[in-house]
């Protein structure tokens, strides 16, 4: 007898505020199940973009006219709601970048190259994102320092024993990634931070998967810096966060040069702005980061603890159908797990998975999801990848279960 699931609603009427939603993909109406490489958008998002282009476009933090008072009032309250969104201490905090990967570049290169020295270490985990993986590389290529990798368990997850075993005098910066974009873990990232403190260590943590999902509180993680995309979390492209303490980001030199991140300029010599500016030097993604606003607006109304229980019981159960699957291999843990589930079906290439899924209606991800290492550890070339967020269903499993069956027929599995 075929296996129907329990009977999870999508969070929002669909209809109304996720407009793309309503699509139909040949045929098919779209399921969207690829929200871990981009969220959709909601409407409030996309129409509080098109009234700031309708009615204040302007540069800003620079003219004193009225367009320009208005962008850069819109602009300075977007970074106040992102402050309140993660718990930070103060709004100069907040540095507007373009994303999680340049916000980790600029802390590489920023803290990296002024505060680190040959010899010095660097502690990983496989799981990462190239994007928490490549600047650290990069750093250590350049200063002469040497990375170390956290041991998975068998299950994929990472322990604070194993963050331990790699951990100490020598160790100057610990970047891990909160969620995992492959397998869905969930890092324990306070009790990680407080053992890279014990050692006079700094922690990044990478947020691209957890912001969107949990409640972040970067204060109570006791974390030292923090960088997240706003495309994730419903959230225009083009605009990340680069979050710091204050004292370090006072401390960090700028990497982009030129208006907006200056003091005073002669021919000569220059001195750099207080915080924030002296880290957003040019011209701003100033739509990009009222669009943030609006998208930290709506994800607040619907509430971070009840987004956070509907991904995980979506992802949970979808990780349960999957498993029950004959020849589909699911993995990392079955819970807690959130996010993302990642899988296989015997002899069937991913791609080829998410081509047949595609015919459906249905959007994952195929690849190695920039996460390489993890896929040396897994054993796999690539995986297909299904990933939920609020605007997602119980219905929506029950399309990607029958999906896969369709396409273990049409492969002959
Ligand atoms: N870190 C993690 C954990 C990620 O999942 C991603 C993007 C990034 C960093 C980089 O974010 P960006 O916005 O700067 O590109 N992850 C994915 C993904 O899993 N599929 O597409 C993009």
Redesign the pocket.
Known sequence: MKEVGNIIPAMVDVTDYFPILNRQINGHKLVYL?S???SQKPKSVIDCITKYYETSNANVLRSVHTLAEEATEEFEESRKKVAGFIHARYPQEIIFT???????NVIARAWGDKFLKSGDEIVLSPV??H??LIPWQQLAGRIGAHLRFIDLEEDGTITVDGARAQINSKTKIVAL?A????LGTINPIGDIARLAHEVGAIIVV?G??SVPHQITDVQKWNIDFL?F?G??MLGP?GI?ILWGKKELLNAMDPVIFGGEMIEYVDRENATWAELPAKLEGGTPNIAGAIGLGAAVDYLEKIGMPRIEKHVRILAEEAYRRLSNIQDVTVYGPSSPHTG?VSFNIYNVHPHDVAQVLDSQGIAI?AGH???QPLMQWLGVIATA?A?FYLYNSSNDIDALVNAIEITKRYFKI
Do not use: Y
Not at 98 to 104: D, H, P, Q
Not at 179 to 182: E, Q
């Open positions: 690829d871990a490489a981009t373009r994303g999680c990967t340049e916000s980790l990462e994102h994007s928490n990634s969620v995992s974009n492959v990478d691209a998967q960088a995309s495309h994730k492209t990340g993302v991800r999801h920039c996460a990848r990933s």
